[in-house]
């Protein structure tokens, strides 16, 4: 079974990160793609912009917190989690893509943080698999596993 998610947008706001009580750092990048759709009957194009959570654990979390601010164009590659939790007697839920991968795109933007020399590095998590050669290599860090997320109120997350 494959769960896999690509995508390439612009972040609307800079990242929100936080480092829990165990020194795991954590971010939140919202993302937004936009679809182009051309009516040839019209022969006007219209545009659908969809937002995207994407949520980065340790040493993406610090390529983000250092490289990554409103505006950047980012690629992303993760797997999409669902999270469902209940309030006032009314469920809720929300969909986010957990990042594997990271690559910083275009050019630095005034105002922004230094990017790195090359303008599409990629940035992965240690433990996951590649089929690219990563241009950065986080240092060694510990391999515990991600904390669960609280499935009860998104208010509980570390944001």
Do not use: C
């Not at 612009?10 to 937004?32: H, I, Q, S």
Request: net charge negative; aromatic share 6%.
């Amino acid at each position: 079974m494959i769960n896999k998610v690509i995508l390439v947008g612009n972040v609307g706001m800079d990242p929100e990160v936080r480092t829990l009580e165990t020194g795991v750092k954590v971010a939140r990048v919202r993302l937004a793609t936009t679809e182009r759709i051309f009516n040839r009957q019209t022969n006007e194009t219209t545009e659908h912009t969809e937002w995207h959570t994407i949520t980065l654990w340790r040493g993406l979390a610090e390529v983000a917190d250092k490289y990554v601010r409103r505006g950047s164009q980012l690629y992303v590659e993760g797997s999409l989690r669902t999270r469902e939790w209940e309030r006032d007697g009314v469920k809720h839920y929300a969909t986010e893509i957990v990042a594997d991968e990271m690559k910083l795109l275009g050019r630095r933007q005034e105002g922004a943080a230094p990017q790195p020399s090359t303008p599409q590095q990629a940035y992965q998590q240690p433990s996951q698999p590649s089929y690219q050669s990563p241009a950065y290599q986080p240092q060694p860090q510990p391999q515990a596993p991600a904390p669960a997320l609280p499935a009860e109120d998104p208010d509980d997350l570390p944001f």
